[in-house]
Nanobody
Framework: QLQLVESGGGLVQPGGWVELSCAASGRNLDTYTIGWFRQAPGKEREAVAC??????TKWYDDSVKDRFTISRRNDAVFLHIHSLNPDDTGVYYCAARGGFLCGKVQFDDWGRGTQVTVSS
């Protein structure tokens, strides 16, 4: 089982930016498709971005595609979010799956999440 660890969350002011990272100790994520998910307070977890194995395909939910950027480098996967607003507050999770399918698909391994709070 892949042990995923997210980091980079915290308290951010509206209009600011944050970069979240997803890594797996001792494992190269390049062969996995990685998704980022967000769970806002009182809401269900939702898929926001995905990058296929080897970075060939990227997918974004329509609600975030202008502000979220997913990328791979140095055996990790990053989610850069700019122009943050309070609606972006929530726990952000990364997840992994084999194969190359990306988007709102089932993922197998999950991290514990990192909290992002957007507030002045």
């Amino acid at each position: 089982q892949l042990q995923l660890v997210e980091s980079g969350g915290g308290l951010v002011q509206p209009g600011g930016w944050v970069e979240l990272s997803c890594a797996a100790s001792g494992r190269n994520l390049d062969t996995y498709t990685i998704g980022w998910f967000r769970q806002a307070p009182g809401k269900e977890r939702e898929a926001v971005a995905c990058v296929s194995n080897r970075g060939v395909t990227k997918w974004y939910d329509d609600s975030v595609k202008d502000r979220f950027t997913i990328s791979r480098r140095n055996d990790a996967v990053f989610l850069h979010i700019h122009s943050l607003n309070p609606d972006d507050t929530g726990v952000y999770y990364c997840a992994a799956r084999g194969g190359f399918l990306c988007g709102k698909v089932q993922f197998d391994d999950w991290g514990r999440g990192t909290q992002v709070t957007v507030s002045s």
